[in-house]
């Protein structure tokens, strides 16, 4: 895998998507969400504390599946305006005349310090990213030794059929390249992450109409693509763009409804303890040292 940012994305785009505000989580990523925290259950660590980025955008209600699955958690809410952040601690907020929410850790709307956190959870998010290595290399150096990662993205099969229809109108690529979860592995592998497990699956859904379709993918994303048509469509563009997808994708099997491919990459991995590289001379951060040396201690975690 290139150490280099994905040449399909334009960084400045990427930046205003990420910055944009929204109101509401999208109803793909909160299924993805949901499908994700059901594999929590697996795992038998019980974080002391948790990092959720972009939670928003990831999943509203996903945040409340996971307060509620470690409800002692304290929990640091990572959003790029601090609106955003507000909202998805207030989506979780009991009522004042609540005896339980005077004893409810807290919910912080900033980023977790180095090694604050058991768990990094990053929903739908690593797919937009401009620097993906640089933003993995965030959530290791937030999480403790031992701490483990859960993330999800979009995998490359994803719309593959409005590819098929720009391509066959003759217009510039209507999305950005997604990655592989075999480069995200080597990533997650090459940022200092272990035991990266992979998963992936493709679902189909289908719309009543291309306006729906047209809808849905602005709400999950947008085109990142540096090569995307420069100016602004036309009324009489946005027609025809909906004519084709409409001739092209629609499914006799379906009544008429038109079908599009999701292809959904799950991934987590752990933080290993620091390894200790032995040279003609070595430098440790303090950190390291004494975490080595809490360790190696009778009782230590």
Same mark, same amino acid.
Request: hydrophobic share 45%; aromatic share 8%.
């Given at each position: 895998?290139? /150490?280099?940012?994905? #040449?399909?994305? &334009?960084?400045?785009?990427?930046?205003?998507?990420?910055?944009?505000?929204?109101? &509401? *989580?999208?109803?793909?990523?909160?299924?993805?969400?949901?499908?994700?925290?059901?594999?929590?259950?697996?795992?038998?660590?019980? #974080?002391? =504390? %948790?990092?959720?980025?972009?939670?928003?955008?990831?999943?509203?209600?996903?945040?409340?599946?996971?307060?509620?699955?470690?409800?002692?958690?304290?929990?640091?809410? @990572?959003?790029?305006?601090?609106?955003?952040?507000?909202?998805?601690?207030? *989506?979780?907020?009991?009522? %004042?005349?609540?005896?339980?929410?005077?004893?409810? #850790?807290?919910?912080?709307?900033?980023?977790?310090?180095?090694? =604050?956190?058991?768990?990094?959870?990053? +929903? $739908?998010?690593?797919?937009?990213?401009?620097?993906?290595?640089?933003?993995?290399?965030?959530?290791?150096?937030?999480?403790?030794?031992?701490?483990?990662?859960?993330?999800?993205?979009?995998?490359?099969?994803?719309?593959?059929?409005?590819?098929? @229809?720009?391509?066959?109108?003759?217009?510039? @690529? #209507?999305?950005?390249?997604?990655?592989?979860?075999?480069? %995200?592995?080597?990533?997650? @592998?090459?940022?200092?992450?272990?035991?990266?497990?992979?998963?992936?699956?493709?679902?189909?859904?289908?719309? /009543?109409?291309?306006?729906?379709?047209?809808?849905?993918?602005?709400?999950?994303?947008? +085109?990142?693509?540096?090569?995307?048509?420069?100016a602004l469509r036309g009324r009489g563009w946005r027609q025809k763009l909906e004519a084709a997808l409409t001739e092209r994708l629609a499914d006799a099997a379906q009544q008429g409804r038109l079908s599009m491919t999701f292809e959904l990459i799950y991934g987590h991995a752990f933080k290993p303890k620091p390894k200790l590289r032995?040279?003609?001379? *070595?430098?440790?951060?303090?950190?390291? $040292?004494?975490? $080595?040396?809490?360790?190696?201690?009778?009782?230590? +975690?």
């Open positions: 895998m290139s /150490t280099q940012r994905p #040449p399909s994305i &334009d960084p400045a785009a990427a930046a205003r998507w990420a910055a944009l505000p929204t109101a &509401d *989580s999208p109803w793909l990523h909160e299924e993805v969400a949901r499908r994700m925290e059901e594999r929590l259950q697996w795992i038998t660590m019980k #974080p002391q =504390a %948790w990092a959720h980025w972009a939670p928003v955008r990831g999943g509203l209600k996903a945040h409340a599946l996971i307060s509620a699955r470690y409800p002692e958690a304290e929990c640091f809410v @990572v959003e790029e305006r601090v609106e955003q952040a507000q909202q998805a601690i207030k *989506s979780v907020a009991k009522p %004042w005349w609540t005896p339980g929410r005077w004893r409810a #850790p807290a919910q912080r709307a900033e980023r977790p310090g180095d090694g =604050a956190v058991q768990l990094v959870w990053a +929903n $739908m998010q690593l797919h937009s990213a401009a620097d993906p290595q640089a933003l993995i290399a965030q959530w290791h150096r937030a999480l403790s030794t031992d701490g483990f990662l859960m993330f999800s993205c979009l995998g490359p099969d994803t719309a593959h059929q409005l590819r098929e @229809v720009y391509a066959a109108m003759g217009w510039p @690529v #209507p999305s950005h390249e997604f990655t592989d979860m075999h480069d %995200w592995g080597d990533m997650l @592998v090459g940022a200092g992450f272990a035991e990266p497990v992979m998963d992936m699956e493709r679902i189909e859904l289908t719309y /009543t109409g291309a306006a729906r379709l047209l809808l849905e993918l602005r709400e999950i994303g947008r +085109n990142l693509q540096p090569q995307r048509f420069p032995v040279d003609a001379q *070595s430098a440790i951060s303090l950190r390291d $040292m004494r975490e $080595m040396l809490t360790r190696g201690k009778p009782g230590g +975690n």
